[in-house]
Protein backbone atom coordinates (compact mmCIF):
# COMPACT_ATOMS: atom_id res chain seq x y z
CA UNK A 1 0.00 0.00 0.00
CA UNK A 2 3.22 2.25 0.66
CA UNK A 3 4.59 1.93 -2.97
CA UNK A 4 0.93 3.24 -4.61
CA UNK A 5 1.62 6.36 -3.04
CA UNK A 6 4.83 6.97 -3.70
CA UNK A 7 3.75 5.98 -7.58
CA UNK A 8 0.94 9.14 -7.50
CA UNK A 9 3.64 11.84 -7.24
CA UNK A 10 5.57 10.64 -10.56
CA UNK A 11 2.63 10.22 -12.45
CA UNK A 12 1.01 13.47 -12.15
CA UNK A 13 4.56 14.74 -12.55
CA UNK A 14 5.06 12.88 -16.28
CA UNK A 15 1.45 13.94 -16.97
CA UNK A 16 2.30 17.88 -16.54
CA UNK A 17 5.24 17.70 -18.48
CA UNK A 18 3.14 16.24 -21.27
CA UNK A 19 0.92 18.75 -20.87
CA UNK A 20 3.92 21.20 -21.09
CA UNK A 21 5.34 19.88 -23.80
CA UNK A 22 2.10 19.61 -26.19
CA UNK A 23 1.31 23.32 -25.32
CA UNK A 24 4.48 24.49 -26.90
CA UNK A 25 4.20 22.69 -29.69
CA UNK A 26 0.67 23.85 -30.14
CA UNK A 27 1.71 27.48 -30.05
CA UNK A 28 4.84 27.48 -31.94
CA UNK A 29 4.66 30.86 -33.90
CA UNK A 30 4.27 31.70 -37.05
CA UNK A 31 6.82 33.74 -39.20
CA UNK A 32 5.55 36.42 -41.11
CA UNK A 33 7.48 37.79 -43.81
CA UNK A 34 5.63 41.74 -45.08
CA UNK A 35 7.00 43.60 -48.27
CA UNK A 36 5.80 46.59 -50.14
CA UNK A 37 6.11 48.02 -53.30
CA UNK A 38 5.01 51.70 -54.94
CA UNK A 39 5.00 52.50 -58.19
CA UNK A 40 4.54 55.68 -59.70
CA UNK A 41 2.95 56.03 -63.62
CA UNK A 42 2.55 58.81 -66.26
CA UNK A 43 -0.20 61.00 -65.20
CA UNK A 44 1.01 60.41 -61.68
CA UNK A 45 -0.80 57.20 -60.97
CA UNK A 46 -0.25 55.30 -57.91
CA UNK A 47 -0.24 51.81 -57.19
CA UNK A 48 1.23 50.30 -53.59
CA UNK A 49 1.34 46.10 -53.78
CA UNK A 50 1.67 45.02 -49.65
CA UNK A 51 1.39 41.49 -49.01
CA UNK A 52 2.21 39.26 -45.86
CA UNK A 53 3.24 36.07 -46.34
CA UNK A 54 2.67 33.85 -43.14
CA UNK A 55 5.77 30.93 -43.32
CA UNK A 56 6.42 27.34 -41.11
CA UNK A 57 9.84 28.31 -41.85
CA UNK A 58 9.89 25.80 -44.98
CA UNK A 59 7.12 27.05 -46.89
CA UNK A 60 4.69 29.34 -47.16
CA UNK A 61 1.36 28.95 -44.84
CA UNK A 62 -0.86 31.50 -46.55
CA UNK A 63 -0.85 35.25 -48.21
CA UNK A 64 -2.49 38.07 -47.61
CA UNK A 65 -2.11 40.26 -50.44
CA UNK A 66 -3.31 44.23 -50.87
CA UNK A 67 -3.07 46.11 -54.15
CA UNK A 68 -4.32 50.24 -53.73
CA UNK A 69 -4.62 52.26 -56.56
CA UNK A 70 -4.78 55.76 -56.38
CA UNK A 71 -5.75 58.17 -59.09
CA UNK A 72 -4.77 61.64 -59.07
CA UNK A 73 -8.16 64.61 -58.84
CA UNK A 74 -7.53 64.99 -63.38
CA UNK A 75 -9.21 61.48 -63.53
CA UNK A 76 -11.88 61.84 -60.93
CA UNK A 77 -14.27 64.21 -62.68
CA UNK A 78 -16.69 60.74 -63.40
CA UNK A 79 -16.41 57.09 -62.28
CA UNK A 80 -15.39 56.42 -65.35
CA UNK A 81 -11.94 55.75 -64.37
CA UNK A 82 -12.45 53.60 -61.09
CA UNK A 83 -15.16 51.51 -62.34
CA UNK A 84 -13.41 50.54 -65.24
CA UNK A 85 -10.67 49.07 -63.64
CA UNK A 86 -12.15 47.49 -60.81
CA UNK A 87 -14.06 45.77 -63.65
CA UNK A 88 -10.65 45.08 -65.13
CA UNK A 89 -9.40 43.68 -62.05
CA UNK A 90 -12.41 41.88 -60.87
CA UNK A 91 -12.48 40.38 -64.54
CA UNK A 92 -8.59 38.70 -63.74
CA UNK A 93 -9.27 37.97 -60.09
CA UNK A 94 -12.43 36.09 -60.54
CA UNK A 95 -10.85 33.05 -60.45
CA UNK A 96 -10.13 33.25 -56.57
CA UNK A 97 -13.58 33.72 -55.92
CA UNK A 98 -15.26 35.44 -52.10
CA UNK A 99 -11.17 35.20 -51.37
CA UNK A 100 -11.17 38.97 -53.38
CA UNK A 101 -12.81 42.05 -51.60
CA UNK A 102 -12.95 45.65 -53.77
CA UNK A 103 -13.37 48.67 -51.38
CA UNK A 104 -13.97 51.61 -53.59
CA UNK A 105 -13.02 54.87 -52.29
CA UNK A 106 -13.19 58.66 -53.59
CA UNK A 107 -9.78 58.60 -55.21
CA UNK A 108 -8.44 54.60 -54.78
CA UNK A 109 -9.48 51.33 -55.60
CA UNK A 110 -8.57 48.43 -52.81
CA UNK A 111 -8.41 44.96 -53.75
CA UNK A 112 -7.53 42.71 -50.68
CA UNK A 113 -7.28 39.03 -51.12
CA UNK A 114 -6.24 36.56 -49.12
CA UNK A 115 -5.95 32.89 -50.06
CA UNK A 116 -4.74 29.86 -47.50
CA UNK A 117 -4.60 27.23 -50.34
CA UNK A 118 -2.87 26.60 -53.71
CA UNK A 119 -4.27 29.16 -55.59
CA UNK A 120 -1.29 31.40 -57.32
CA UNK A 121 -1.09 35.31 -56.90
CA UNK A 122 0.24 37.73 -59.29
CA UNK A 123 1.97 40.45 -58.00
CA UNK A 124 4.06 43.30 -60.15
CA UNK A 125 1.72 42.78 -62.90
CA UNK A 126 -0.04 45.92 -63.00
CA UNK A 127 0.71 48.83 -65.35
CA UNK A 128 -0.95 51.81 -66.93
CA UNK A 129 -0.14 53.42 -70.14
CA UNK A 130 -1.31 56.83 -71.10
CA UNK A 131 -2.19 57.65 -74.98
CA UNK A 132 -5.15 59.77 -75.36
CA UNK A 133 -6.25 58.01 -72.12
CA UNK A 134 -5.52 56.23 -69.43
CA UNK A 135 -5.83 52.35 -69.73
CA UNK A 136 -4.98 49.42 -67.12
CA UNK A 137 -2.75 46.88 -68.73
CA UNK A 138 -3.18 43.75 -66.24
CA UNK A 139 -0.71 40.73 -67.23
CA UNK A 140 -2.13 37.41 -66.02
CA UNK A 141 0.67 35.30 -67.91
CA UNK A 142 1.42 33.32 -65.01
CA UNK A 143 4.44 31.97 -67.26
CA UNK A 144 5.48 35.77 -67.95
CA UNK A 145 9.03 36.71 -66.46
CA UNK A 146 7.31 40.56 -65.99
CA UNK A 147 4.95 39.61 -63.30
CA UNK A 148 6.00 37.87 -59.87
CA UNK A 149 4.14 34.50 -58.71
CA UNK A 150 3.68 33.21 -55.48
CA UNK A 151 1.50 30.73 -53.93
CA UNK A 152 0.48 28.93 -50.85
CA UNK A 153 2.65 25.65 -50.26
CA UNK A 154 5.85 27.30 -52.13
CA UNK A 155 9.11 26.21 -50.30
CA UNK A 156 11.09 29.44 -48.81
CA UNK A 157 12.57 30.15 -46.03
CA UNK A 158 12.06 33.41 -44.69
CA UNK A 159 15.34 34.78 -45.95
CA UNK A 160 14.70 33.44 -49.59
CA UNK A 161 11.04 34.97 -49.66
CA UNK A 162 12.61 38.31 -48.34
CA UNK A 163 15.99 38.13 -50.47
CA UNK A 164 13.56 37.16 -53.62
CA UNK A 165 11.32 40.33 -53.25
CA UNK A 166 14.33 42.90 -52.46
CA UNK A 167 15.62 41.99 -55.61
CA UNK A 168 12.26 42.68 -57.68
CA UNK A 169 12.14 46.08 -55.84
CA UNK A 170 10.21 45.68 -52.76
CA UNK A 171 10.60 46.73 -48.96
CA UNK A 172 10.64 43.87 -46.71
CA UNK A 173 10.71 43.41 -43.16
Known amino acids: MNTRKNMTFPIVLTFIII ?24 GDVRLTERFVAVTDGKEIDSIRLTKVIVLPDKYLKDDHYLEGFRNALSNTLEYLGDKVKYTMGTDRITVNIEVNKDEILLLDNINFVTNEDLEIVINSNTKSSEVITLSVGDHYTDGELMTRFKNNGYNCK
Do not use: G, M
Open 19 to 42: AIIVYLFANIKQSEVSCEKVKTFD
